[in-house]
Nanobody, 117 residues
Framework: QVQLVESGGGFVQAGGSLKLSCAAS????????MGWYRQAPGKQRELVAS???????NYADSVKGRFTISRDNAENTVYLQMNSLKPEDTAVYYC???????????WGQGTQVTVSS
């Protein structure tokens, strides 16, 4: 019913930049929020950044000042600009779409980000 297509992951050196994109399509009722999560081996999946329908933005403390989340509502697309990347940013990054009204979330397939020292 809803598909999330992610792109932009890759292999970069420390200090480099990447920009992730996530485009949503299908029968979406109403978007409450969209965001990015990441999961490294042996660790819990954690919120990286999110943006609500009203424009409120939340960042994990570990990425504040380095990452920027933005959206294009007309295309139901969310972006994550990642600057000054560190090896500890290495993880699989997942796009999330949170629907209003108690409807289920949707997740992207995940995109690998690897940062070398």
């Amino acid at each position: 019913q809803v598909q999330l297509v992610e792109s932009g992951g890759g292999f970069v050196q420390a200090g480099g930049s990447l920009k992730l994109s996530c485009a949503a399509s299908g029968s979406i009722f109403r978007i409450s929020a969209m965001g990015w999560y990441r999961q490294a081996p042996g660790k819990q999946r954690e919120l990286v950044a999110s943006i609500t329908r009203g424009g409120w933005i939340n960042y994990a403390d570990s990425v504040k000042g380095r990452f920027t989340i933005s959206r294009d509502n007309a295309e139901n697309t969310v972006y994550l600009q990642m600057n000054s990347l560190k090896p500890e940013d290495t993880a699989v990054y997942y796009c999330n779409l949170d629907q209003s009204g108690g409807r289920p979330d949707y997740w992207g397939q995940g995109t690998q980000v690897t940062v070398s020292s």
